[in-house]
């Protein structure tokens, strides 16, 4: 009669166990925990008692063990006692379970702990006597091979002593070939032939994938030993190639043919020496290491640097100058600049003046200024002026450190960095190299790219320049750097305090029409498949374009203006609506270009009292701006300063420096302030979807305020800029030439700037400073002297 137990339940989620076995269990898991305290609780209470167990030890309780695969509980499990509760080595808690045998699960029952106990059916075993001896001996065989395989020499002894066959399918439940589907499938098989059967099955099939992989496993060792025997005799051959070579003079190995080429090259001392010494390296090194291809590629690489290749500037001083002055209208101070470098150069030849202190006379220029004024062109004019080559390196966007440096050779694919390749493209060791676009350099965790041009741009520390990849010392003294940027707040200080500064700040209107004339329209016409005799633009007509068609401090918007123009020419010509040669007079744009886009709205815009309208410098060169100033109404009740129009803190702080200024010296400017105290003022400055900063608005602001409190318009024909004082003095700006060009491009007649900035007026073009009358200010009276329209005789003040 089969027996029934009443146990705790413990669920394993992950693990099916078999009987006779032992299985240590972490009791940090919360399941395994409750179950192991119920069935010890029960043990000890009365009326809860596992049959056969004494109730005053811990040590005895018996739990039933159910494999809990996707939470669904079989229905038979393992009956097991506790053996033992011990503390793990990490200061954590386990229990030694050893199982003894199958139990059906029941109806459920009450018992101490939080535990699910159950009434378990110990399940009566059959067909233990149709075993045939044969099937023990086979399954004893498989297991001892399997074991074997694995090295498992004890456990080979032990399975050999059992002979009980429901002993030896249950050890089916260490075997990690098995998964837990199989294993569940042998515990609820209670007939022992057929589940010894089923796992004599499962171990032929895995002691068959064993002899596949000792196969796979032997015919790898015969490969590697092939490989090593390749390896020896490949070293053998290569010491005879060796010995050959040395008795007929010539190079037998490509190792051999490496030295010669670092022999026979024109190298540096030093960089012989690096050279041969990773010969050496190659030549010690198995043709089956990675380490091979990376000394060659560096070998190939230092073989094809220009050592010692230099052209020869040319000191024809006068025919330099022509060659910049036919590429470029304009930008005399960077051509002052080349042609004075030239000039020391050739003096320096002169006299027999070489390299002084390891160093040559190289130079390192910043062009700044807005876009499309020709810095990146420049750069060629510059190269062909001196005779060298030129090579470009786009900076914009870069982010890595090792783009300039180079990458170390340890990593894969490893590469010099951009100046090293830029020397080998350009051939030479004293090229023109163009950094374009410096200022559009980032940094990440990567590394800042802006700091390793330190050293590259330093002209006393470049001629010992180190890339990361070379590893020797590169000479970058005699290199002409011209380094481009629209603005320069983004460049670092160290680094922009190793070039020289020159500033491009845009053409006048008439460089415009003679760029016009003599550059884009010959480059447009070829593009529109016309000739110079086809199609011809009058200066009229290239100065209208270029003043009230496309207003911007370079040229680019011009040379579209030309091709839009041309192609509405060839279009007519293919239409047969005109005829060659066309001739495009002012009269013509508007058929050709439509109507003007810019065109003079000071007038319109300072009509009322209280807008002014001020300079500022963009990074896309100099601009016009116009502020405008407005008084709540008395009844409203607000108060305080509202600013408008996307305003940066140094401009806020502008507005109210302009502010407390007026109601401060309001009497003094005869300006009625009082009520400012309990009216609120708004201060807009238009394009409000344009940020806008900077000290220079000052001026502008406290004019359109006294504007606005006298009732008297500010005249439409000037403009102004400075910092504004509490005091009222008028502080220096920057940015003066480029925001005169501005005002001379918007119609303006009257600039008012700060005193202080009066020797920038040296750096303005002659035509434009005769067609400016520009007034040096150094207070805001003199300012609203100049700027506010005459008061009319009894004319009251007019507040808005």
Do not use: C
């Not at 470029?328 to 002084?356: M, S």
């Amino acid at each position: 009669m089969s027996q029934t137990v009443i146990v705790p339940v413990l669920p394993l989620d992950d693990e099916v166990v078999l009987p006779q076995m032992v299985v240590p269990l972490d009791l940090a898991d919360a399941d395994t925990r409750t179950a192991i305290e119920a069935a010890q609780v029960g043990t000890r209470e009365n009326g809860v008692r596992t049959p056969g167990i004494r109730s005053n030890t811990d040590s005895g309780a018996q739990v039933l063990l159910v494999p809990r695969l996707d939470g669904d509980y079989g229905a038979i499990g393992a009956l097991g006692t506790i053996e033992q509760i011990g503390r793990l080595p990490g200061g954590g808690k386990a229990a030694v379970i050893r199982t003894t045998a199958r139990a059906r699960i029941g109806a459920g029952t009450t018992g101490p702990g939080a535990a699910l106990w159950v009434q378990a059916e110990v399940v009566e075993e059959t067909g233990a006597d149709e075993v045939s001896k044969d099937t023990i001996r086979d399954y004893k065989a498989v297991i001892a091979s399997i074991l074997q395989q694995r090295q498992a020499w004890q456990m080979v002894d032990s399975v050999q002593k059992m002979d009980d066959p429901s002993a030896l399918s249950d050890l089916s439940g260490y075997a990690s070939y098995l998964d837990n589907d199989q294993k569940k499938q042998l515990l609820e098989t209670t007939d022992v032939a057929e589940r010894l059967q089923t796992a004599l099955g499962w171990a032929r099939e895995h002691l068959a994938e064993l002899d596949v992989n000792e196969t796979i496993r032997k015919d790898v060792q015969e490969g590697m030993d092939k490989q090593q025997r390749e390896f020896l005799l490949r070293q053998q051959l290569a010491a005879i190639r060796k010995e050959l070579g040395e008795l007929s003079g010539k190079p037998a190995t490509e190792e051999q043919d490496y030295r010669a080429k670092v022999e026979e090259a024109d190298l540096p001392e030093k960089v012989k020496e690096a050279a041969l010494a990773e010969v050496d390296k190659l030549e010690r090194t198995s043709e089956q290491s990675p380490e091979v291809g990376w000394i060659r590629t560096w070998l190939d690489t230092v073989l094809e640097l220009p050592w010692n290749t230099r052209t020869e500037d040319s000191y024809d001083i006068p025919g330099a100058r022509a060659v910049l002055d036919a590429d470029h209208a304009g930008l005399d101070d960077v051509k002052d600049r080349i042609i004075e470098h030239l000039a020391v150069r050739a003096r320096r030849a002169e006299k027999g003046l070489g390299v002084v202190g390891g160093r040559r006379s190289g130079a390192v220029l910043a062009l700044v200024g807005p876009p499309g004024v020709g810095k990146t062109s420049l750069g060629e004019s510059v190269a062909r002026a001196m005779g060298r080559n030129f090579v470009r390196v786009a900076l914009g966007g870069i982010r890595d450190e090792a783009e300039i440096r180079g990458h170390r050779r340890t990593y894969v694919g490893a590469l010099p960095g951009r100046i090293v390749r830029a020397i080998k493209e350009s051939g030479s060791m004293n090229p023109v190299v163009l950094l374009d676009e410096v200022d559009k350099v980032g940094s990440d965790y990567r590394g800042d790219p802006t700091a390793a041009l330190l050293e590259v741009l330093d002209p006393a520390q470049n001629h010992t320049f180190r890339d990361h990849y070379l590893e020797i010392e590169l000479d970058l003294s005699d290199v002409m750097f011209l380094a481009t940027a629209n603005v320069l707040d983004s460049i670092p200080a160290p680094l922009l305090d190793r070039m020289e500064l020159v500033s491009l700040d845009g053409y006048t209107e008439a460089e415009k029409v003679t760029i016009g004339r003599d550059h884009l329209l010959p480059r447009q016409l070829d593009r529109a498949g016309l000739t110079a005799q086809d199609v011809t633009i009058t200066d009229e007509a290239m100065g209208k374009l270029a003043a009230e068609y496309t207003r911007e401090a370079g040229v680019r918007n011009l040379e579209r203006a030309i091709g839009r123009v041309l192609r509405k020419v060839t279009t007519k010509l293919a239409t047969e609506e005109l005829q060659t040669p066309v001739k495009v007079g002012v009269d013509d744009l508007r058929d050709f270009v439509g109507r003007p886009r810019h065109t003079p709205e000071s007038a319109e815009r300072t009509s009322l009292p209280g807008v002014a309208t001020g300079l500022a410098v963009t990074g896309a060169g100099g601009d016009v701006l116009f502020i405008e100033a407005s008084l709540a109404d008395p009844e409203t009740g607000s108060e305080g300063v509202i600013l408008t129009g996307q305003l940066g803190d140094v401009m806020k702080e502008s507005a109210q420096i302009a502010l407390s200024y007026l109601r401060s010296h309001g009497a003094e400017l005869e300006l009625p302030v009082g009520d400012l105290a309990h009216r609120g003022v708004h201060l807009h400055v238009p394009a409000g979807a344009v940020p806008k900063d900077g000290p220079s608005a000052g001026v502008t602001m406290t004019t359109a305020l006294a504007s606005l409190l006298s009732g008297r318009p500010v005249r439409s024909d000037v403009a102004m800029t400075g910092e504004v004082s509490l005091t009222g003095r008028v502080l220096p700006i920057g940015g003066v030439k480029q925001k005169l060009l501005a005002a001379h491009r918007a119609g303006i007649t009257t600039v008012l700037i700060p005193a202080r900035n009066e020797p920038d007026l040296d750096d303005v073009p002659e035509e434009v400073r005769s067609d400016l009358t520009v007034i040096p200010v150094s207070d805001v009276r003199e300012v609203l002297l100049t700027a506010l329209t005459p008061a009319e005789s009894n004319a009251k003040f007019l507040v808005a």
